[in-house]
């Protein structure tokens, strides 16, 4: 009995393990269908750089059927993005175009190595395909994709040293290096996603405000000198290699000898605009002095005029950063353009003509000696110089209130 019990038990054993196996090969008999999903990049790993907005194109095609090799039109893919250490920052979503093209925009503020990879699919009835594959009666269907790596940056220029103690020269040494080196095999620890890995930059093509760098005895410090005639140098660093998208860095800084001469053109010219104001506030009709509103259309002109100078004079900043390399051309035109309104507006103010005009050449110049100029070096994280920039906000303010409470003294 013994024995019929082991040869029973042995039987059902030896079906149970049949069946599994007849199992199996059914489910590898099945037939699997994909779509693919690749970067239409020329590789795998590009480079980007930092505060740029990034182009990241996908490319979907049905991988089976008679639609096989044509494109998933009218699809939704979802991209996820991981730092080097697998960290998911986020998942973006594109539509296919006509030719299965999905095309995804990025940023980055920070230096980091970050993948995209598909990760979802959706046609346009509303099938979602996947990595994980999902079975239709005897046909399983997925999604194949391929990923791209986006190296975000490549150099970062610091300021070693400074020399504009000649007139009209300014001579500075620069530190260049590497951000990131992925062909050194960058890792980045899980504690610090966005570590930046700097290396000396040796070799490396370095311009400063469009004159070409040479570097010194010590690998990675490149040094310069160009002509400026501002009392602040407003510099900037190119950096480029074959291979690598170039990176610009921006510096400003006072320009000692130079300062001594605007700043004496300042003191002069404020000292004649006293003297102007003083004396029609001084100056006397009949039988009484004129301090009342009668006054106020030649003193806001006379405002209006300061306040139109110093939009002139970052018009020339505008085209020197322009001609050094910065992207100010639109700053010089701006501030020429409110150099213009704010010299007629004051010139008619003088005259008591045409007060509605006036009042809307005020506003020119208040806006380009703050906001433009905010904007213009914020682009390049140059700090704002507020003691220019909060006088001329007064002072064209002040120009405008004069201007405004002197209405019944203008001819219009």
């Not at 975000?152 to 290096?177: E, H, K, M, P, R």
């Not at 039988?287 to 009668?294: I, P």
């Not at 000696?369 to 213009?376: D, M, P, Q, T």
């Amino acid at each position: 009995m013994a024995s019929k019990r082991i040869a029973i038990i042995s039987a059902l054993f030896f079906l149970l393990c049949l069946s599994s196996s007849v199992e199996k090969i059914s489910a590898q008999t099945d037939s699997q269908y994909w779509v693919t999903v690749n970067p239409a990049t020329s590789s795998s790993i590009v480079y980007g750089n930092v505060e740029k907005n990034w182009v990241i194109p996908f490319q979907a095609l049905w991988s089976y059927g008679e639609n096989s090799g044509k494109a998933v039109e009218n699809a939704t893919l979802n991209v996820e993005i991981k730092t080097a250490d697998d960290v998911s920052v986020e998942t973006i979503y594109a539509k296919t175009n006509s030719t299965g093209f999905a095309t995804f925009y990025y940023i980055s503020q920070n230096p980091a190595v970050l993948t995209f990879t598909p990760t979802s699919l959706v046609t346009k009835n509303e099938t979602e395909y996947t990595s994980n594959l999902f079975e239709d009666g005897q046909n399983v269907y997925g999604l194949q994709p391929n990923s791209v790596t986006v190296y975000w940056d490549t150099f970062d220029a610091s300021l070693l040293s400074i020399d504009t103690y000649t007139q009209g020269v300014t001579t500075v040494s620069v530190n260049v290096t590497f951000l990131m080196v992925p062909e050194d095999g960058l890792i980045i620890p899980n504690s610090s996603p966005e570590q930046i890995y700097p290396k000396i930059a040796h070799g490396v093509k370095v311009t400063i405000n469009g004159v070409k760098a040479e570097e010194t005895s010590v690998s990675g410090v490149y040094t310069a000198n160009f002509s400026t005639w501002l009392p602040t140098t407003y510099m900037i660093v190119e950096s480029s290699q074959d291979g690598w998208l170039s990176s610009h860095n921006g510096f400003s800084f006072d320009h000692n000898s130079n300062s001594v001469i605007w700043n004496s053109a300042v003191a002069i010219l404020l000292v004649v605009v006293a003297v102007l104001v003083l004396n029609r506030l001084f100056k006397k009709t009949e039988d009484t002095a004129r301090f009342g509103s009668a006054g106020f259309p030649f003193i806001g002109g006379v405002l209006l005029a300061l306040a139109s100078f110093i939009s002139l004079y970052w018009g020339a900043v505008g085209l020197d950063g322009t001609l050094s390399g910065f992207d100010w051309l639109w700053l010089f035109a701006f501030q020429s353009l409110s150099f213009g309104f704010g010299l007629v507006g004051s010139i008619l103010s003088v005259m008591k003509r045409k007060q509605a005009l006036i009042i809307f050449a005020v506003c020119v110049p208040l806006l380009a000696n703050v906001i433009a100029i905010k904007s213009a070096l914020d682009a390049y994280h140059l700090g704002a110089p507020w003691l220019i920039i909060v006088p001329s906000f007064i002072i064209s303010v002040l120009s405008g209130i004069l201007i405004l409470n002197a209405d019944k003294h203008f001819r219009n």
